[in-house]
C-alpha cells in the first residue's frame, strides 16, 4: 500500500493487532515509505520557528520513530542530539539511515531510509544512562560533519532515564499514543529531562470541522479502535482526537511549563484568517 516500497495491508494489518512496540518493530523497516512519517514540509516549518528561540546545545526527540524529528534538532542543536524511543525496531531504522548520513559528503542532506535495518543495532535496554548523572545518554554516537553528535536511546517516555541536561525537547506524530490519563505523566518527564529555561517543542494542526471529509475519517479511525481494543489483546493505542489543545495546554501548566504559541504560517491558514498549524513552545522556567 501507498507505495511499492510500502507495506502491504496484510503486513499493516499484523500490525493493527499487535502491541504498540511489536506493531512499530514490524513496520520500521517500511515506515518512512509510509503517509504516517512527519512530512518534511512541517519538520522545516518547525526548525524554521525555533532557530530565533536559540541557540540550543542538547536537544532531545521523545518518541524519536526513525528519527525524522531529529532532522530538526540536527538544524538547531550545536553539541548533541539524542532520540528515544521504545521501538527497536524503529531505533535500528533511525541509526541505520543516521550513518548512512554521517559517511555521506553533503552534511546538509537529510538521512534517507534504510529498507532493511537491524532491529538488534539498536541500544538494549540495560544500557540507559544514570538518571542521576548528566552523562550524555547511551548508545553508540555519530557525529554528522557540521552537526551534533546523534545518539539513540531505548526507553518508555513515560519513564525517561535522562538527568535535567536538555535545552529543547521535540516530540512529532507521537501523542496519539497515550490515553489521556498519560498525558500528565508524560509531560511531567519532558520537563524533568530539561535544565531550567529549557523548551519542550511540538507542532498542533487545526481540528477539522464537521463539515470535513478528513472530521469523519478520523472519527471513524477512532471509532474503530476503540472496538478493536475491547475485543482484542494487546492493546494498540493510537486516536487522532485525545489531543485538544485546551486540555493539553492546562495539562503543560500542572507540568511546571510556561506555555507560548507560535502559528506555523508557512503551512497555510484557515478560512477564518487562524493558522492551520501552531508551535506550542513550553518552558521550564529558569528558577527551578
Same mark, same amino acid.
Given at each position: 500500500m501507498f507505495t511499492e516500497q510500502g507495506p502491504t495491508l496484510r503486513e499493516l494489518a499484523v500490525q493493527a493487532l499487535s502491541s504498540i512496540e511489536h506493531g512499530y518493530d514490524l513496520l520500521a523497516p517500511k515506515f518512512d515509505r509510509t503517509p504516517f512519517r512527519t512530512s518534511d514540509r512541517l519538520l522545516d516549518s518547525v526548525a524554521g520557528a525555533l532557530r530565533p528561540l536559540g541557540p540550543f546545545a542538547a536537544g532531545l526527540d521523545i518518541c524519536c520513530g526513525t528519527g525524522a524529528g531529529?532532522?530538526?534538532?540536527?538544524?538547531?542543536?550545536?553539541? %548533541?542530539? /539524542?532520540? /528515544?524511543?521504545?521501538?527497536?525496531?524503529?531505533?535500528?531504522?533511525? @541509526?541505520?539511515?543516521? @550513518?548512512? @548520513? &554521517?559517511?555521506?559528503?553533503?552534511?546538509?542532506?537529510?538521512?534517507?531510509?534504510?529498507?532493511?535495518?537491524?532491529?538488534? $543495532?539498536?541500544?538494549e535496554p540495560d544500557a540507559f544512562p544514570d538518571p542521576a548523572a548528566p552523562a550524555a545518554p547511551a548508545g553508540p554516537s555519530v557525529v554528522g560533519r557540521g552537526g551534533p553528535a546523534v545518539s539513540w536511546v531505548r526507553a518508555d517516555a513515560? &519513564?525517561?532515564?535522562? $538527568?535535567?541536561?536538555?535545552? +529543547?525537547?521535540?516530540?512529532?506524530?507521537?501523542?496519539?499514543?497515550? +490515553?489521556?490519563?498519560?498525558?500528565? +505523566?508524560?509531560?511531567?518527564?519532558?520537563? $524533568?529531562?530539561? %535544565?531550567?529555561?529549557?523548551?519542550?517543542?511540538?507542532?498542533?494542526?487545526?481540528?477539522?470541522?464537521?463539515?470535513?471529509?478528513?472530521?469523519?475519517t478520523l472519527l471513524g479511525f477512532d471509532v474503530t479502535m476503540r472496538i478493536r481494543n475491547a475485543l482484542w489483546r494487546p492493546r494498540f493505542v493510537m486516536y487522532y482526537r485525545t489531543f485538544p489543545l485546551s486540555a493539553v495546554l492546562e495539562d503543560l501548566g500542572r507540568a511546571g511549563f510556561t506555555v507560548e504559541l507560535f502559528p506555523l504560517?508557512?503551512?497555510?491558514?484557515?478560512?477564518?484568517?487562524?493558522?492551520? @498549524?501552531?508551535?506550542? /513552545?513550553?518552558?521550564?522556567?529558569?528558577?527551578?
Amino acid at each position: 500500500m501507498f507505495t511499492e516500497q510500502g507495506p502491504t495491508l496484510r503486513e499493516l494489518a499484523v500490525q493493527a493487532l499487535s502491541s504498540i512496540e511489536h506493531g512499530y518493530d514490524l513496520l520500521a523497516p517500511k515506515f518512512d515509505r509510509t503517509p504516517f512519517r512527519t512530512s518534511d514540509r512541517l519538520l522545516d516549518s518547525v526548525a524554521g520557528a525555533l532557530r530565533p528561540l536559540g541557540p540550543f546545545a542538547a536537544g532531545l526527540d521523545i518518541c524519536c520513530g526513525t528519527g525524522a524529528g531529529m532532522d530538526v534538532l540536527r538544524q538547531v542543536c550545536r553539541e %548533541r542530539a /539524542v532520540g /528515544v524511543d521504545f521501538s527497536a525496531g524503529m531505533l535500528a531504522a533511525a @541509526a541505520s539511515r543516521y @550513518a548512512a @548520513a &554521517a559517511a555521506s559528503p553533503d552534511p546538509a542532506a537529510s538521512p534517507e531510509p534504510d529498507a532493511s535495518p537491524d532491529p538488534a $543495532a539498536s541500544p538494549e535496554p540495560d544500557a540507559f544512562p544514570d538518571p542521576a548523572a548528566p552523562a550524555a545518554p547511551a548508545g553508540p554516537s555519530v557525529v554528522g560533519r557540521g552537526g551534533p553528535a546523534v545518539s539513540w536511546v531505548r526507553a518508555d517516555a513515560r &519513564a525517561l532515564p535522562f $538527568a535535567p541536561t536538555f535545552d +529543547l525537547a521535540v516530540s512529532f506524530g507521537a501523542f496519539g499514543h497515550f +490515553l489521556p490519563r498519560e498525558r500528565p +505523566l508524560l509531560f511531567t518527564q519532558a520537563h $524533568a529531562a530539561l %535544565r531550567p529555561g529549557g523548551c519542550f517543542a511540538f507542532p498542533v494542526m487545526a481540528p477539522p470541522g464537521p463539515n470535513s471529509l478528513l472530521y469523519w475519517t478520523l472519527l471513524g479511525f477512532d471509532v474503530t479502535m476503540r472496538i478493536r481494543n475491547a475485543l482484542w489483546r494487546p492493546r494498540f493505542v493510537m486516536y487522532y482526537r485525545t489531543f485538544p489543545l485546551s486540555a493539553v495546554l492546562e495539562d503543560l501548566g500542572r507540568a511546571g511549563f510556561t506555555v507560548e504559541l507560535f502559528p506555523l504560517t508557512d503551512l497555510g491558514r484557515l478560512p477564518d484568517g487562524s493558522p492551520r @498549524a501552531r508551535l506550542v /513552545v513550553a518552558r521550564k522556567p529558569r528558577d527551578v
